[in-house]
């Protein structure tokens, strides 16, 4: 009997694995998952905090290049500790080449471009700081608009013969003016009508550090601190900044991670 019930005892206080949950299957570079775990407890991915909101949601995504394991470390409310090592799967990238774009938006060299560039900078990354306990996210994701797919995540591009950081959103070629709508609920963080690479650029936040980018609007409809809701119309599709022609370049952020909207999306 005293056996038994040290066994139960043991049973009782080692780590449950089914404690923290992890929805859906996109434990792919560019994939993002949703988790579930018991209110109070800490995680880190990698070594970099995860927020995990007060009922115990957390997010976890992959980035374009993500080795081919994470690991998530657990600690739960009552002080066990749990590691997880996620198997990541591999993506081929394609490469797409682009001419015809002007000199200076390939290869800046004057100094007040370059001065254009390094504001643009420092105001995304303050646009995508904001972190708290909202989930936006939970309504899922709709097209902001739907047309021909004219660039996919992460394919490395190639302009005017010159290769260049990837492309880490998906491109839909749309006519100059076509109305943009709000991939799902959020808060918007940025508006700026005229950065170099991005022309009208639209950022929106959706929680837990998770934002969409929406760039080379021709009109923007929202203003910073606005709250929108999924399907309302809050821009409109230009052909501004770095660009061959008319489309909206959609991007998703999560934390230091870029992931891919495509993959949180029905097919169109």
Known sequence: ???????????????????VEIMGDHYIQGG????????????????????VSKAGVFLIGFGRDMPSRSILQIR??????????????????????????????????????????????????AARR???????????FIWPVTGPISGVYGSQRILNGEPRQPHYGVDIARPVGTPVMAPADGVITLVEPDMFFSGGTLVIDHGHQLSSSLLHLSEILVRVGERVEQGQVIAKVGATGRVTGPHLDWRMNLRQHRIDPQLLTPPM
């Not at 998952?33 to 070594?47: E, F, T």
């Not at 590691?83 to 000199?103: A, C, E, G, M």
Request: no cysteine.
């Open 1 to 19: 009997m005293k056996f038994f019930m040290l066994g139960l005892l043991s049973l009782f206080s080692a780590p449950l694995m089914a404690q």
């Open 32 to 51: 993002m998952l949703i988790g579930q775990a018991p209110p109070g407890s800490r995680i880190q991915q990698d070594d970099m905090p995860v927020r």
């Open 76 to 125: 739960y409310p009552d002080g066990v500790e749990e590691r997880r090592v996620l198997s990541i799967k591999p993506r081929q990238y394609r490469t797409q080449r682009i001419n015809h774009l002007p000199d200076r938006k390939v290869t800046p060299r004057s100094e007040e471009d370059i001065r254009h560039i390094q504001r643009d900078i420092q105001r995304v990354r």
């Open 130 to 140: 904001r972190d708290d306990d909202r989930q936006d996210f939970n309504t899922g």
